[in-house]
């Protein structure tokens, strides 16, 4: 009696579906379109270290459910701005939540997709950036992480006389 067997490769997660769509802005924001390097990440989703506390504190200063996990505040095609909500591949969801973001969002007249993968996700923001700019073309300054080399402080060292005040010596 033989067996059929289907390998079948691991789903990725959420999280690395927007980590791969991020490292690709990197690399385009370079050269094609520096406005991605204003996208970012809203990390509504995030595992809280500190668990409820932390989450009560998180609340607090502004934290709530449904927002959409990236913002890319850049005009284009008659929108203020671009939202996703990043899903796995195969079985992600918009939540009850997130479908009233999605609206409310819509409604001030912002783009909003749930792009299934990184590389809809990548083409949805091809797309996006390949519409009429809302304003003539400006240059963006490049970040400060980009524009100079990050600067580490080199460990203190404690001098001669306090090591031996300390040791006595």
Known sequence: MSRSF???MPQPSEWSEQAS???WAAFVAASRWPELHLMYAIPNGAY???GPRQGQQLK???LKPGVLDICLPVPRGGYHGLYV???RRHGGRVSEDQTWWIEALQAMDYRTEAPAGWDAARLLI???MAMEPAHE???LPPPPTLSRPVQRKAPRRRSSTAISAVSGT
């Open 6 to 8: 289907r390998l079948t």
């Open 21 to 23: 769509l991020f490292r």
């Open 48 to 50: 809280l270290v500190d």
């Open 60 to 62: 607090e200063t502004g």
């Open 85 to 87: 909500e990043m899903k």
């Open 126 to 128: 091809e797309q996006y």
């Open 137 to 139: 073309p400006f240059r």
